[in-house]
């Protein structure tokens, strides 16, 4: 096997880099698209508390999770130009409801969210964050102390 500073190496074809660079964008969460006020951060406290979650991202509690579910897909496009993350949508079940649009960030962003809002969520969703908090500080993610 040869390293880059010899000879014999070959560089991956352009169109396998340009395939890897597109792959590597799609999967990219969206970021941010407004610096909330104060008064856009209170709005996203109240909405989270009535329509959203806090828990961590999976099993191993490795990660955070922040997560809220409607079917007018309004709020969860301010949330996401709060925040960042993907605003999707399920298919209605044979007709017999309206389709689901949710909005999800997981991991850093999410715990950011929950560090954001901590301070203007009830005693409940306080409770929430930090049992998902504690499960990633107990993980060793650095960004919870």
């Given at each position: 096997m040869t390293d880059r500073g010899t000879v014999g190496y070959k560089f991956p074809s352009e169109s396998r880099r340009k395939?890897?660079?597109?792959?590597?964008?799609?999967?990219?969460?969206?970021?941010?698209?407004?610096?909330?006020?104060?008064?856009d951060l209170a709005w996203a406290a109240g909405f989270?508390?009535?329509?959203?979650?806090?828990?961590s991202d999976d099993k191993t509690g490795k990660g955070g999770r922040a997560r809220a579910v409607q079917v007018n897909?309004?709020?969860?496009?301010?949330?996401?130009?709060?925040?960042?993350?993907h605003v999707k949508i399920t298919t209605a079940v044979a007709g017999k409801r309206k389709p689901i649009h949710y909005w999800q960030v997981n991991g850093a962003?999410?715990?950011?969210?929950?560090q954001t809002l901590f301070s203007m969520m009830?005693?409940?969703?306080?409770?929430?964050?930090?049992?998902?908090?504690?499960?990633?500080?107990?993980?060793?993610?650095?960004?919870?102390?």
């Open positions: 395939m890897c660079v597109e792959r590597t964008n799609r999967s990219k969460v969206p970021k941010a698209t407004m610096s909330p006020t104060l008064r989270m508390e009535g329509e959203g979650t806090f828990s897909p309004e709020p969860l496009l301010r949330i996401a130009a709060m925040f960042g993350g962003r999410a715990r950011g969210v929950m009830s005693a409940k969703r306080q409770g929430q964050i930090m049992v998902a908090l504690g499960e990633a500080r107990a993980a060793g993610r650095p960004d919870t102390a």
